[in-house]
């Protein structure tokens, strides 16, 4: 039975890519899959497919790019103030609210 897992990248973050064919590139998180752990980034793992033209959508066929899903283990959130990759943690203040924060700055991470 699979549980839920926790993710600390969100839609919308920075990140940069620290592992693969795509490595040292940055880009904005576009789809997040915390139960397969996985993540689409934009300009990153690019894939073509194939697509058939659909006269109902107004869509034409063709062959079109984009980009496809890597193992967020291989992404890591851009430290916000030296734009460097960094980890995040959670800070939990005094009235109970959770921020996420850079692990080697502790600035905040803002969406």
């Known amino acids: 039975m699979a549980g839920t897992r926790r ?5 919308g973050d920075q990140v940069v890519v620290i ?3 795509d490595r040292n590139k940055r880009g904005r998180v576009l789809e997040v899959l915390p139960a397969k752990g996985k993540i689409k980034v934009e300009n990153i793992a690019i ?3 194939h697509q058939r033209a659909n006269s109902q ?3 034409g066929g063709g062959i079109i790019d984009q980009p496809a899903f ?3 283990s291989n992404v890591q959130l851009i430290d ?3 734009g460097k990759p960094s980890r995040a943690r959670y800070e939990v203040a005094g009235d109970g609210t959770k921020t996420r924060v850079a692990s080697k700055s502790g600035q905040a991470i803002n969406k």
């Open 7 to 11: 993710s600390k990248i969100r839609k």
């Open 19 to 21: 592992a693969g064919r």
């Open 47 to 49: 894939v073509k497919k």
């Open 57 to 59: 959508n107004n869509r």
């Open 70 to 72: 890597i193992d967020i």
């Open 80 to 82: 916000p103030q030296s």
